[in-house]
């Protein structure tokens, strides 16, 4: 079963526009992860952010935790057309190893 | 390019058969983790080796196995393979797990 969910499941918006997604998560983590993948393709990673952190940036990308919560947040600042993609957030258990995912956004930006 | 690697991109097979997926991990990484993405059960880890031991086990089931060479590459093995079978398989490798988990291109099994 996924340990995340993201919300929304879809987004659709224009170039230049903000984009954020969300991620839910049920039990304790280390870290939590965010992962691109374009249609079909192997994902990429995009940022880790620690249990200890509450935000992070790298680039146009902003992510938040709220282990309060058992939330993230990813925001793209700026989007261009090459954003499009599905986003991940993902989790590690406790030993560090496996990834739990959530069920990914699909983001389309458009030109 | 993640530097791991996966053979072969496509598979094309029928209920029943057999078949094995091939990973080479990132030069260095000593853990790799195999992953199932399916249109009703989403990115699903399947198992992790570690220097060629089994380290963590998740949703895997008994028709399928793996292991990890000593040059580190890993084989998944599929059989008895049903048509929900049908998937993309990626295979991702990290140095000793926690951290960024590296993808390869992923292989697209389709179970006639």
């Known amino acids: 079963s996924q340990q995340g969910e993201e919300d929304p499941q879809a987004l659709s918006i224009q170039e230049g526009e903000n984009a954020t997604m969300n991620c839910s998560y049920k039990?304790?983590?280390?870290?939590l992860q965010w992962y691109r993948q374009n249609s079909g393709r192997g994902l990429v990673h995009l940022i880790l952010i620690r249990s200890n952190e509450r935000e992070k940036h790298s680039g146009r990308l902003r992510v938040t935790l709220d282990t309060s919560k058992k939330s993230s947040s990813l925001l793209i600042t700026a989007s261009r057309a090459a954003d499009t993609a599905s986003y991940f957030c993902a989790t590690d258990n406790n030993a560090g190893n496996m990834l739990t995912f959530g069920g990914g956004t699909r983001l389309m930006v458009k030109p | 390019d993640s530097g791991v690697t996966q053979t072969p991109k496509h598979l094309i097979t029928a209920t029943g058969q057999r078949v094995t997926l091939r990973c080479s991990p990132r030069s260095g990484d000593l853990s790799v983790y195999w992953y199932q993405q399916s249109l009703d059960q989403g990115l699903q880890f399947l198992i992790q080796?570690?220097?060629?031991?089994?380290?963590a086990k998740g949703n895997i089931l008994e028709r399928f196995s793996a292991q990890q060479f000593p040059d580190l590459h890993s084989e998944l093995n599929l059989s008895s393979l049903e048509l929900g079978d049908s998937a993309l398989y990626f295979c991702a490798s990290d140095l000793a797990g926690g951290g960024e988990q590296f993808f390869g291109p992923g292989t697209r099994l389709t179970v006639l």
């Open positions: 080796y570690y220097n060629g031991e089994e380290r």
């Open positions: 039990t304790s983590i280390n870290n």
